[in-house]
């Protein structure tokens, strides 16, 4: 009996660590065979499609359409949450049909977008005009942010037991 107590309880642990972000109706209309590299090379062949993308917030800003936020596509891990990686393979544009507060979802913060694409917008980037996917969210994931790993280096190059004096 004990062992399958603990067993249970483990088991309810590391499942309880892995509790999808996303609804599950809404993870039944995800298109698993299309990546992102396919929509961002073409992304009016896939109007209507539902996708999961992960990324890191460039920017957003409140339109009369609704929040409107710039992503920066990125791998994501096995939780969903966006690798820390130097590699995308693009942009995208990420429309809420409501209010997000900007100072929330603002430049840096991961997200993970479910959504309908919608097409494509064609807007400024610096000097160039870019080609953006267009996704009708419908869930949106704000991961919670990451601590900083602090490492302490020892001013002192010697270990205190190399002083036998310190000690009675």
Same mark, same amino acid.
């Given at each position: 009996?004990?062992?399958?107590?603990?067993? +249970?309880?483990?088991?309810?642990?590391?499942?309880?660590?892995? #509790?999808?972000? =996303?609804?599950?109706? +809404?993870?039944?209309e995800?298109?698993?065979?299309?990546t992102f590299?396919? @929509?961002?090379?073409?992304?009016?062949?896939? #109007?209507?499609?539902? %996708? !999961?993308?992960?990324?890191?917030? /460039?920017?957003?800003?409140? #339109?009369? $359409?609704?929040?409107?936020? $710039? =992503? +920066?596509?990125?791998?994501?891990?096995? $939780?969903?949450?966006?690798?820390? @990686?130097?590699?995308?393979?693009?942009?995208? !544009?990420?429309?809420?049909?409501? &209010? !997000?507060? #900007?100072?929330?979802?603002t430049?840096?913060?991961? @997200?993970? %977008?479910a959504?309908?694409?919608?097409?494509?917008? %064609? !807007? *400024?980037?610096?000097? /160039?005009?870019?080609? &953006? *996917?267009l996704i009708? =969210?419908? $869930? =949106?994931? +704000?991961?919670? @942010?990451?601590?900083?790993?602090?490492?302490?280096?020892?001013? &002192?190059?010697?270990?205190?037991?190399?002083?036998?004096?310190? &000690?009675?």
């Amino acid at each position: 009996m004990g062992k399958i107590s603990c067993s +249970l309880i483990f088991f309810l642990l590391i499942s309880a660590g892995c #509790t999808p972000f =996303i609804s599950r109706d +809404l993870r039944r209309e995800i298109s698993r065979d299309i990546t992102f590299r396919q @929509v961002i090379n073409d992304p009016e062949a896939y #109007t209507g499609k539902t %996708v !999961l993308i992960s990324g890191i917030i /460039i920017g957003s800003k409140n #339109t009369k $359409e609704g929040t409107l936020i $710039e =992503i +920066l596509q990125k791998q994501a891990d096995i $939780e969903g949450r966006p690798k820390d @990686v130097d590699n995308s393979d693009g942009r995208f !544009l990420a429309l809420y049909d409501g &209010y !997000l507060d #900007t100072a929330i979802y603002t430049q840096g913060r991961e @997200v993970a %977008v479910a959504g309908e694409i919608k097409g494509k917008r %064609v !807007l *400024p980037l610096g000097e /160039i005009d870019y080609t &953006y *996917p267009l996704i009708s =969210i419908k $869930e =949106i994931h +704000l991961f919670k @942010v990451r601590k900083e790993e602090r490492y302490y280096i020892c001013p &002192y190059p010697y270990r205190l037991w190399d002083y036998p004096y310190l &000690y009675p």
